[in-house]
């Protein structure tokens, strides 16, 4: 059972990233998927889930910049964030939504 994340990097306000996840050992399409992250000095916090069926959410401070996505032909989860900004700073985690599997996290530095 395994989640790795990639993608992540140094990148000037206003910019964009996109991390990926890919998952195995586990029936990756039956289940929710999440992005997490946490700040230096901050608790981790939920960015945004899908479900398996492809309905997702996201936290109030995401939304409209960053869309959440899956592609189970290949077990892979994603992350498109847009329009970056310095307080998007953090590590960056994928992990079921039940949060029973997580991968090592990816950092993600936004300058300003």
């Known amino acids: 059972v395994q989640l790795q994340a990639f993608g992540g990097g140094l990148v000037q306000a206003g910019g964009s990233l996109r991390l990926a996840c890919a998952a195995s050992?586990?029936?990756?399409?039956?289940?929710?998927m999440a992005w997490y992250r946490q700040a230096p000095g901050k608790q981790r916090d939920l960015v945004a889930y899908v479900t398996g069926g492809g309905s997702s959410f996201y936290q109030d401070a995401v939304k409209g910049r960053f869309t959440i996505s899956r592609d189970n032909a290949k077990n892979m989860l994603y992350l498109q964030m847009d329009s970056l900004k310095p307080e998007d700073t953090a590590v960056y985690y994928c992990?079921?939504?039940?949060?029973?599997?997580w991968g090592q996290g990816t950092e993600v530095t936004v300058s300003s």
């Open positions: 050992g586990f029936t990756f399409s039956s289940r929710a």
């Open positions: 992990a079921t939504f039940r949060t029973d599997i």
